[in-house]
């Protein structure tokens, strides 16, 4: 019986992976993951077994990763940024159900919140909500009522899958709701193609965001009341300056 390490690779860049994770990389046989996400680090570990499925086939790649490590294979299933968030642990632990074997470890990584946060300056030092945009595995509803508690709750807001081919408009939707709360002159930010070619940042208004023709490489980051623009960075802060 083999291993199985579920390892979150950051935004994807070798600088930008833990050393834990690339430890995990160099010492399985089979690295299994998004076709896209293993083009990330199949130069670096050309030595392994590659195995690969299209998006919306996660518990396809899941069982490919079990059913390699069940057959005596050590495996590394790969996730964009961290491994638990919005990554695969969670249904590997699913799929595995009460069995103990194969053995499963998490290893995390950094997740665009922290990645791209650090590309638009230190946009989230105080209590900020995570919420992903896509409504495939989550209904609208309960997005849109996360982001509204988010925005009430002034906090900064981190929101990930702000757009694709198939949802082209639901930044736009997400920017009208947070608009209820929210000014129209809240700083905000958009990262885009985080540790990777084309790598960007922007800053804007909450306003502005609202148009923004952001895609699924793109995370965006929506301040809260205190957050303002210092020497061309977004910056949240915390109040030490007042203890």
Known sequence: MGKLTVVG???????????????ALRECQVIVGYHVYVDLVKERYP???FLTTP???EADRCRMALDAARSGKDVA?????????YGMAALIYELRGEAVEPEVEVVPGLTAACSGAALLGAPLTHDFAVVSLSDRLTPWEKIEARLEAAAKADLSIVLYNPASRGRPDYLQKACDILLRTLPGDRPCGVARNIGREGEGRELMSLARLRDFPADM????FVGNSQTRVIGGQLVTPRGYRDV
């Open 77 to 85: 299933m790969i996730c964009s940024g961290d491994s638990g968030i």
């Open 9 to 23: 690779i950051g935004p994807g860049d070798y600088e930008n992976m833990t050393v834990r994770a690339d430890r």
């Open 47 to 49: 030595d392994k077994e």
């Open 55 to 57: 998006m919306t086939k």
């Open 217 to 220: 490489f793109c995370t965006a």
